[in-house]
């Protein structure tokens, strides 16, 4: 996969198959555009694309109390290739690019002599202000002759699958349906910045989470991967928003191991 930072990259591409999107958390709603946007691009013998930000939305649009992302862009990334996509395209949502008009966002993505569809989900916004919605891009659609393919809800229950339901299931502490939605359990990438000793081997390692939303506050059964050879365990954790404290009595985890990544498996 072929990443760029350069929305003109595009034009140098023949026909593409680009799918829309934030993509936070890459839930198996956005699996579901995902695999479609693929889908069709193999039918039609197109390149597959995926459009998305570097920072989430919320870091310019309201700076004072941005969202708690739920994926970071490298796990994205590696997401996007895992499923086969041929680019990833990441743009800086800045001020110049909030400020964009519908029309001149979709502009950007179409090259004369070559053809585009587009895939989002069913409630994407864009443009200024959020202006433009799925009746926006139909419209654009016969204008500016391009295909756009959308994304129905997907349902969990009664409940349409989304971000936000994850982010809250997050904050109640209930793991089993965040990864339900998500489509795996949840976890991230801890950086050990401390430890203490309380005997000869007994032990707490402190560590803070990448820049991602922590689960409710409280006491978890934790698996760690803690070594380039993949090897993991069970340990207990108290867990207080990003700072992750593993209690580590056996002192199984090697000392000169300073990232790990953690897997939550269930509230204590």
Same mark, same amino acid.
């Given at each position: 996969?072929?990443?760029?930072?350069? @929305?003109?990259? !595009?034009?140098?591409?023949?026909?593409?198959? $680009?799918?829309?999107?934030? *993509? #936070?958390?890459?839930?198996? +709603?956005?699996?579901?555009?995902?695999?479609?946007?693929?889908?069709?691009?193999?039918?039609?013998?197109?390149?597959?694309?995926?459009?998305?930000?570097?920072?989430?939305?919320?870091?310019?649009?309201?700076?004072?109390?941005?969202?708690?992302?739920?994926?970071?862009?490298?796990?994205?990334?590696?997401?996007?290739?895992?499923?086969?996509?041929?680019?990833?395209?990441?743009?800086?949502?800045?001020?110049?690019?909030?400020?964009?008009?519908?029309?001149?966002? @979709?502009?950007? !993505?179409?090259?004369?002599?070559?053809?585009? $569809?587009?895939?989002?989900? *069913? #409630?994407?916004?864009?443009? +200024?202000?959020?202006?433009?919605?799925?009746?926006?891009?139909?419209?654009?659609?016969?204008?500016?002759?391009?295909?756009?393919?959308?994304?129905?809800?997907?349902?969990?229950?009664?409940?349409?699958?989304?971000?936000?339901?994850?982010?809250?299931?997050?904050?109640?502490?209930?793991?089993?349906?965040?990864?339900?939605?998500?489509?795996?359990?949840?976890?991230?990438?801890?950086?050990?910045?401390?430890?203490?000793?309380?005997?000869?081997?007994?032990?707490?390692?402190?560590? !803070?989470?990448?820049?991602?939303?922590?689960?409710?506050?409280?006491?978890?059964?934790?698996?760690?991967?803690?070594?380039?050879?993949?090897?993991?365990?069970?340990?207990?954790?108290?867990?207080?928003?990003?700072?992750?404290?593993?209690?580590?009595?056996?002192?199984?985890?090697?000392?000169?191991?300073?990232?790990?990544?953690?897997?939550?498996?269930?509230?204590?």
């Amino acid at each position: 996969m072929k990443v760029w930072d350069d @929305v003109s990259i !595009l034009k140098e591409q023949k026909n593409l198959c $680009i799918a829309l999107g934030t *993509f #936070d958390g890459v839930h198996v +709603a956005h699996r579901a555009l995902l695999e479609s946007c693929l889908n069709e691009a193999e039918k039609r013998g197109f390149e597959s694309v995926v459009y998305t930000f570097m920072n989430h939305p919320s870091t310019t649009l309201n700076p004072d109390d941005p969202e708690e992302v739920l994926t970071t862009l490298k796990e994205k990334t590696a997401i996007f290739e895992d499923m086969g996509f041929d680019h990833l395209v990441t743009i800086y949502f800045d001020e110049e690019f909030a400020a964009l008009t519908p029309k001149a966002f @979709v502009e950007q !993505l179409l090259y004369e002599g070559s053809e585009r $569809i587009l895939c989002c989900g *069913f #409630d994407y916004r864009f443009g +200024a202000e959020g202006a433009g919605d799925v009746e926006t891009l139909k419209a654009l659609s016969e204008e500016l002759h391009f295909t756009l393919l959308v994304q129905e809800a997907v349902m969990d229950g009664e409940e349409i699958v989304s971000s936000t339901a994850i982010r809250e299931a997050l904050r109640k502490g209930n793991l089993e349906k965040a990864a339900q939605l998500l489509g795996w359990p949840y976890g991230g990438t801890v950086k050990d910045f401390g430890r203490e000793h309380s005997g000869p081997t007994a032990r707490s390692i402190y560590g !803070l989470m990448e820049n991602k939303i922590g689960p409710r506050a409280g006491d978890y059964r934790i698996r760690v991967t803690y070594d380039v050879e993949g090897t993991t365990d069970v340990f207990e954790a108290g867990v207080y928003g990003r700072n992750v404290t593993i209690m580590d009595p056996d002192g199984k985890i090697p000392y000169e191991n300073k990232i790990y990544y953690v897997v939550f498996e269930e509230l204590l």
